[in-house]
């Protein structure tokens, strides 16, 4: 095993033990915490897709655009 292979193993291990640690902070946190965190980021993530719907759209916009020149 190369020592980039045993660096990626322990650097794994460490995301692993920190993701736990997480997950154990966020399970013993009351239940409406926890659903006002992920009502949150539910919306955060709503959010983002409508941006990236938007630009998408706007690309497309684009695209036609320069079709129209050619």
Do not use: H, N, S, Y
Request: negative net charge; hydrophobic residues 40%; glycine residues 2%.
């Amino acid at each position: 095993m190369g020592a980039i292979d045993q660096w990626e193993e322990e650097e794994a291990a460490a995301q692993l033990v920190a993701l736990r640690k997480e997950d154990a902070a966020f399970a013993a946190l009351p239940v409406e915490e926890r659903t006002r965190i992920i009502k949150t980021q539910c919306d955060r993530l709503e959010a983002f897709a409508v941006a990236a719907e938007a630009t998408k759209d706007e690309d497309e916009d684009e695209d036609d655009d320069d079709d129209e020149w050619e």
